[in-house]
């Protein structure tokens, strides 16, 4: 079973603080995908990064892919209330037929203070 | 931009009754699946669905749910006897045929067994 861990769990700044989040895996995955989940709603598909040591960027968030494609990291640049969510990073696991299941980690949760 | 939806927003239900849940992933998508999140836990795969068949199921999914494509646009997600343990929320995605590891997510369904 792969697992994804990501740190921290919990993550409370103030408003145009920079930040770094974590996802690590034992894995290695083909690809990470990142999402961000506000409470009663569904995941939102952010970024997905597929080559080893590739960055992505979205607007004030940098996302890169370790070089060996087992870890990944989302940094944020000034942070604005508006980012305050749930951000989780899932990894595909071939399910045949061309198919994909995504193994989750437990996400971090990130409050930013106005 | 097009999205998955999914109906009904939320469904309370007694134990041991059938509850159908249902989903419209995005038009031009050809993979299909169902995913849980317990209350405060991770997201967790159930089954992908391919070319009108099952491609992988967890060992959540037992003999009590089952899926189907019913006609060109919905997936639905049958829970045939619920248990309490089945409340969740239930969140159902789509993916391409090019890139089907980025799978988008519809706003979920709240299931509540009582």
């Known amino acids: 079973t792969q697992l994804l861990e990501q740190s921290p769990q919990f993550l409370s700044i103030q408003e145009g603080e920079n930040l770094t989040v974590y996802c690590n895996s034992s894995?290695?995955?083909?690809?990470l995908q990142w999402y961000r989940q506000e409470p009663g709603e569904g995941p939102v598909l952010l970024v997905t990064v597929v080559t080893g040591g590739e960055v992505k960027k979205l607007k004030r968030l940098t996302f890169q892919f370790g070089d060996a494609r087992k870890d990944s990291s989302l940094h944020i640049t000034a942070a604005q209330p508006g980012d305050t969510g749930l951000y989780l990073c899932?990894?595909?696991?071939?399910?045949?037929?061309?198919?994909?299941?995504?193994?989750f980690g437990k996400g971090t949760k990130l409050s930013v203070i106005p | 931009e097009p999205e998955v939806t999914q109906t009904p927003s939320h469904q309370v239900t007694q134990m041991g009754q059938e509850v159908i849940l249902r989903c419209v992933p995005i038009s031009n998508h050809l993979y299909f699946y169902w995913y849980r999140q317990i209350l405060g836990q991770k997201v967790e795969f159930l089954v992908s669905f391919y070319n009108n068949e099952i491609s992988e199921k967890s060992e959540i999914f037992d003999d009590q749910f089952s899926v189907e494509r019913p006609d060109g646009s919905n997936f639905t997600l049958k829970i045939r006897s619920t248990k309490l343990e089945d409340s969740a929320m239930y969140f159902c995605?789509?993916?391409?045929?090019?890139?089907?590891?980025?799978?988008?997510f519809g706003p979920g369904t709240r299931l509540t067994v009582t």
């Open positions: 894995s290695v995955f083909s690809s």
């Open positions: 899932a990894g595909p696991t071939y399910s045949g037929a061309g198919s994909y299941q995504l193994t």
């Open positions: 995605a789509s993916s391409d045929q090019q890139r089907s590891y980025e799978q988008y």
